[in-house]
């Protein structure tokens, strides 16, 4: 099975930050690997498919990029509604798999 | 609009079954693999099962195998999920999800963009 490692596991910032997060594949996925913004009480929405390309309706301040092993989610700068849970998916191989979550939180 | 919409989760003894059914709308779903996705409570997401747009070919994960069972009615716009020997460790939200197109050409890396809005599953006694 292929394991997703996400990091970080939570992390405190500011409106108006830069944040990165990170999803390492224990193998090559290609670029099979989707980002997911989750808010409590709702379900997933998807922010970055295929690696890079921006969902529709997603603000632009969200960018994914990586192929192969290691790839990247980037806010440019954080707004209030982005405080949230993300985490990303590999759907290279089965099982799929999810990375552990990152928790974004207000500093 | 697609939707899709799950039901038949509940209170259920250890040891018990429950089917979950996922109604989808507004896509053609034949043109889809579906997945169910759970989430166990302040727990993160994981992947439970997955089933190809015809249904011929099915996918699990291990702490599932062989007491999950996936399938699907295309004909309905019905995925389904025949939960048996239900642990404590199942209790979840069940997520279904818009999996990758199956048809000629498509993008197979354009999956799950879209969710139902979960149903609750609890296994306790």
């Known amino acids: 099975d292929i394991q997703m490692t996400q990091s970080p596991s939570a992390m405190s910032a500011s409106v108006g930050d830069r944040v990165t997060i990170t999803c390492r594949a224990s193998?090559?996925?290609?670029?099979?690997l989707a980002w997911f913004q989750q808010k409590p009480g709702k379900a997933p929405k998807r922010l970055i498919y295929?690696?890079?390309s921006l969902q529709s309706g997603v603000p632009s301040r969200f960018s994914g990029s990586g192929s192969g092993t290691e790839f990247t989610l980037t806010i440019s700068s954080l707004q209030p509604e982005d405080f949230a849970t993300y985490y990303c998916?590999?759907?290279?191989?089965?099982?799929?798999?999810f990375g552990q979550g990152t928790k974004v939180e207000i500093k | 609009e697609v939707q899709l919409l799950e039901s038949g989760g509940g209170l259920v003894q250890p040891g018990g079954s429950l089917r979950l059914s996922c109604a989808a709308s507004?896509?053609?779903?034949?043109?889809?693999?579906m997945s169910w996705v759970r989430q166990a409570p302040g727990k993160g997401l994981e992947w439970v099962s997955g089933?190809?747009?015809?249904?011929?070919?099915?996918y699990y994960a291990d702490s599932v195998r062989g007491r999950f069972t996936i399938s699907r009615d295309n004909s309905e716009n019905t995925l389904y999920l025949q939960m048996n020997s239900l642990r404590a460790e199942d209790t979840a939200i069940y997520y279904c999800?818009?999996?990758?197109?199956?048809?000629?050409?498509?993008?197979?890396?354009?999956?799950?963009?879209?969710w139902g809005q979960g149903t609750m599953v609890t296994v306790s006694s």
């Open positions: 193998q090559g996925i290609s670029n099979y």
């Open positions: 999800a818009k999996d990758r197109p199956q048809t000629v050409g498509a993008t197979w890396a354009d999956a799950f963009d879209s």
């Open positions: 507004g896509f053609t779903i034949s043109s889809y693999a």
């Open positions: 295929a690696a890079s």
């Open positions: 998916l590999q759907h290279n191989s089965y099982p799929w798999t």
């Open positions: 089933i190809s747009g015809s249904g011929g070919s099915t």
